[in-house]
């Protein structure tokens, strides 16, 4: 295995344990809540009449739909419990 895979790995594998990290924590979860709600996961990014409004919605959504697929089911849940 090349160097750069090995690294590359090594720093998905620190991501994900940062990420755990957080969750383990009461105001990691809080900061999640806000952060996926701020990113309007759960609500429609429709903008009538402005389509540059809707990209732009899309994209908040996008990132925050892609912070919940790096979640376990059990994190998601402890995010969703206040919710």
Known sequence: MSDARTLAKQELRNEQDDLRE?????????FMRRFLEE????????ASGDPHATAFNEGRRNLGLW???????????LVMKDK
């Open 22 to 30: 957080l969750m383990s924590l009461p105001s990691g979860q809080r």
């Open 39 to 46: 990113a309007g996961v759960y609500r429609i990014s429709f």
């Open 67 to 77: 912070l919940i697929s790096q979640l376990s089911p059990d994190e998601l849940a």
